[in-house]
């Protein structure tokens, strides 16, 4: 019997993850793994490269999110390269980190607007953000939270109007949400509270 449980425990210990990849008690969870359970999307090679920079979502302040970062196989298989966004046309878009817009224009008929996020490595990362009317020019400064334009009636892919937030970083694709941090995935909307006890209207 002894026998039979030493060789449980060992075959249980030669098949865990290595201790750096566990949680300690109290210890966060990394961004991108936030992020996934959000979505239920799959983690991506890169993703842990990829720093808590944002301080805002792309729009609103909890966005449904109809479809999620579905990394492909290999680089032209079949997959979902960023994030989908419910959000009505004429919605404020949002730089959601300090960052240079490297592209503010149309490709395929639908608008885009690109930006490079500021301290993020060489090659920097890059979100964009489509169906977009820009409101700013290519090569302008920008903070997070910035308006870079609004949400297009046309061009969207997705069944109801949305805008589609991708994240590269040289030529490939990273999971977008792994730029908020836990508390702006997990925040809702603001509440009114009571004050000294005195109960709100």
Same mark, same amino acid.
């Given at each position: 019997m002894r026998l039979v449980l030493v060789v449980a425990l060992t075959v249980a210990a030669l098949l865990a993850p290595p *201790?750096?990849?566990?949680?300690? *008690?109290? %210890?966060?969870?990394?961004? &991108? *793994?936030?992020?996934r359970a959000v979505t239920g999307a799959r983690p991506a090679a890169d993703d842990d490269t990829v720093p %808590?920079?944002?301080?805002?979502?792309? @729009?609103g302040v909890r966005p449904r999110v109809p479809r999620g970062w579905e990394?492909?196989?290999?680089?032209? &298989?079949? !997959?979902? =390269? !960023?994030?989908d966004l419910a959000a009505a046309p004429g919605t404020p878009v949002r730089a959601v980190a300090d960052g240079r817009v490297s592209f503010a224009g149309r490709v395929a008929g639908k608008g885009? @607007?690109?930006?490079? /996020? *500021? &301290?993020?490595?060489d090659p920097p990362l890059r979100t964009?953000?489509?169906? @977009?009317? %820009?409101?700013v020019p290519q090569g302008a400064e920008v903070t %997070? &939270?910035?308006?870079?334009?609004?949400?297009?009636a046309g061009g969207s892919h997705c069944t109801a109007?949305?805008?589609?937030?991708g994240l590269l970083r040289g030529g490939t694709y990273l999971d977008p949400l792994s730029l908020l941090p836990p508390w702006?995935?997990?925040?809702?909307?603001? =509440? /009114?509270?009571p004050v000294l006890g005195v109960p709100l209207p």
């Open positions: *201790a750096s990849r566990l949680f300690a *008690a109290g %210890a966060t969870a990394p961004p &991108g *793994a936030v992020a %808590a920079v944002g301080r805002t979502w792309p @729009v990394p492909p196989a290999t680089v032209y &298989g079949p !997959g979902h =390269r !960023g994030v885009v @607007v690109s930006v490079e /996020l *500021a &301290g993020t490595g964009t953000y489509e169906p @977009v009317r %820009a409101s %997070a &939270g910035e308006v870079i334009g609004t949400v297009e109007p949305c805008v589609h937030w702006l995935l997990h925040r809702g909307p603001s =509440r /009114l509270l």
